[in-house]
């Protein structure tokens, strides 16, 4: 059984850090593509970062420059780095795999999900 299990959210003020990880089971994911969403409170969950099959990453415009994607292959985890921190970036953030292609934008193009974790920034 295929589990992706999400941790390292909590509450940090803005302008801090946080690094979330992502521990999948029950199948390696080194070769397909792995992103990171969040939904805020009555909000449409949202893509945040992907990192493709080949490795190379990809980020929305409101994070880029302040969070970095990066994998594991070896403990079949993905990271996502959370610096410069804002209120805005308050969600639960979401772990996702490609089944068997290169990862993408959109919640379709993932067969797994993880369970979520709770990112607060304070003012």
């Known amino acids: 059984q295929v589990q992706l299990v999400e941790s390292g959210g909590g509450l940090v003020q803005a302008g801090g850090s946080l690094r979330l990880s992502c521990a999948a089971s029950?199948?390696?994911?080194?070769?397909?593509?792995m992103g990171w969403f969040r939904q805020a409170p009555g909000k449409e969950r949202e893509f945040v970062a992907v990192?493709?099959?080949?490795?190379?990453?990809y980020y929305a415009d409101s994070v880029k420059g302040r969070f970095t994607i990066s994998r594991d292959n070896a403990k079949n985890t993905v990271y996502l780095q959370m610096n410069s921190l804002k209120p805005a970036d308050t969600a639960v953030y979401y772990c996702?795999?490609?089944?068997?292609?290169?990862?993408?934008?959109?919640?379709?193009?993932?067969?797994?999900w993880g369970q979520g974790t709770q990112v607060t920034v304070s003012s």
């Open positions: 996702a795999a490609d089944g068997a292609g290169w990862g993408g934008t959109r919640l379709s193009e993932y067969d797994y």
């Open positions: 029950g199948r390696t994911f080194s070769s397909v593509g």
């Open positions: 990192i493709w099959k080949n490795g190379l990453p």
